[in-house]
């Protein structure tokens, strides 16, 4: 039997959307079939593997967008993934952009992560409108692109928000003031998630990005809220009678979204760190979140070290070691050692405490 392969691009609401999306993009490119479009191609890719390095240990997770865990036993499906992008420029003010992506970890289905047209208002102002990353990391917008970093994955404790895309508008303009770079990114729409759990329907999502630029310095703070509707689905638990269904109340409310970014590239010396604060009317504690990391270029190789910590429930901390190798053009080695602790006693019912420690490496490429 021949393997599966889906094309998907989220819920039927942004089915609908995309559709739309991609019909008009074609009736523009009837209407001017006299004049010549161009299209092009570009993609990235990450071939990796890795392992948890103790038989008591549980899975560790590294993608909360997929899923995708390491175990045991050594996997390369986690976080090996392929995508491909194509920009079309219809006409001097507009582009239209679509990527897809297969990931190893969500078998086989190929999604497309992005699908959105591009007015451009002036040198320094565009509007987007259809699918896009939700920008509320330093890296989201090329998270899935594992080549424009140091690490292998970046830390899985600051960024473990399971919502990664957005359907709607955004604003992004640049000014620069002598040698200092203004960047501003305003946004809003609205998204859908489910999986074999919960239905997840997310509205009125919009917030702002400021990046400041100054030489070697890059400073970013982010505001983000959005409007969310919790819909678990009906659950079987046993009882003395037999199997008897239950079906949870719906839940929803607000959660507000904060994060603050420091970054340096100061001769040889890189310096990343993100810091971020969700505060959520569907949980009782509010989740702080972040990272430092710090690492040295010496010729081809970057050796780095990275903490990061998560204050929610449970609370964690995780060490990371690695090398980066860029022994090709467009092609990057890596290889990282990550030991995380893990701490579940005020738990309800409490879990422990526990220790995880796990290796991995990555062949990350661009084309």
């Known amino acids: 039997m021949?393997?599966?392969?889906?094309?998907?691009?989220?819920?039927?609401?942004?089915?609908?959307?995309?559709?739309?999306?991609?019909?008009?993009?074609?009736?523009?490119?009837?209407?001017?079939?006299?004049?010549?479009?161009?299209?092009?191609?570009?993609?990235?890719?990450?071939?990796?593997a890795g392992k948890v390095t103790s038989e008591a240990d549980p899975p560790v997770l590294v993608d909360p967008v997929s899923g995708a865990e390491y175990d045991n036993a050594i996997r390369f499906e986690p976080e090996s993934l392929i995508a491909l992008r194509a920009v079309s420029e219809v006409n001097d003010q507009v582009t239209a952009t679509i990527q897809v992506i297969g990931k190893g970890a969500e078998s086989s289905d190929a999604d497309i992560e992005w699908a959105y047209a591009t007015y451009r208002l002036s040198a320094e102002t565009v509007f987007n409108a259809g699918r896009f990353r939700l920008p509320l990391f330093y890296y989201s917008d090329f998270l899935d692109a594992a080549y424009a970093y140091h690490w292998i994955r970046p830390p899985v404790d600051v960024y473990s928000i399971p919502a990664s895309t957005l359907t709607g508008v955004n604003i992004f303009n640049t000014h620069y003031f002598h040698n200092v770079g203004l960047t501003t990114q305003i946004w809003y729409g609205a998204e859908e998630k489910e999986d074999d759990e919960v239905v997840a329907d997310i509205t009125k999502s919009q917030g702002i990005n400021v990046i400041l630029d100054y030489e070697w310095l890059r400073l970013r703070a982010v505001y983000h809220t959005i409007r969310i509707s919790l819909d678990v689905k009906p659950i079987l638990v046993s009882s003395a009678g037999g199997l008897i269904q239950l079906d949870p109340e719906p839940s929803e409310g607000k959660v507000e979204y904060i994060a603050l970014g420091f970054m340096a590239d100061y001769g040889s010396l890189l310096w990343r760190s993100e810091f971020t604060h969700i505060d959520s009317v569907l949980n009782v504690d509010t989740e702080i979140t972040g990272y430092a990391s710090l690492g040295y270029m010496i010729g081809r190789f970057t050796p780095h070290y990275t903490y990061s910590f998560r204050d929610a429930s449970p609370d964690t901390e995780t060490h990371t070691v690695g090398v980066r190798w860029d022994f090709k053009q467009a092609a990057a080695l890596k290889v990282e050692y990550s030991n995380s602790y893990q701490d579940g006693r005020d738990e309800t019912p409490p879990t422990g405490e526990s220790r995880t420690e796990f290796i991995s490496m990555a062949l990350d490429f661009v084309f």
């Open 2 to 48: 021949s393997p599966k392969f889906e094309l998907t691009c989220g819920d039927s609401g942004t089915n609908t959307f995309l559709l739309l999306l991609v019909l008009t993009g074609g009736l523009i490119l009837t209407a001017n079939h006299a004049h010549a479009v161009d299209i092009g191609f570009s993609g990235f890719g990450t071939v990796a």
